[in-house]
């Protein structure tokens, strides 16, 4: 097989695989209710559906002997972008309320810290002596 033809067949799958993750992602865009579930199927469509779109674009340009670095600042661009907005957007539902709030930890005095509680100090303690 030449490269050729091995690069049609790259730019077929990518362009599937592309495809595939922008279908799931308008799916999951309509059935989810949550603004927060909403929010996960686009992000995903924006960082590997339009991806292996743009990478189909750059692997047919190369086929053709024309080279292209608009499709990499496209992706660099909505790489670093996608996370950002979908921030923004979690972090507005959060403030207006839309979404519930996520339960407090269990214990605040040790959660996210190197404290030890008392009680597993014991347990501790015990299981080693």
Known sequence: MTAEIIGTYAVGLCLLIGSGFVAVGV???????????????????????????????????????????????????????????????AKVNIHREACETPPSPPRDDTWSTLNTPEADREIDGANQG
């Open 27 to 89: 799916i999951g865009l309509l059935k989810f209710n949550d603004p927060m579930a909403r929010l996960h199927a686009p992000t995903k469509v924006g960082t590997v559906g339009i991806g292996m779109l743009l990478l189909a674009s750059i692997i047919h340009s190369f086929l053709l002997g024309e080279t292209s670095i608009h499709e990499l600042l496209i992706m660099a661009f909505l790489f670093v972008t996608a996370p950002i907005s979908a921030h923004f957007i």
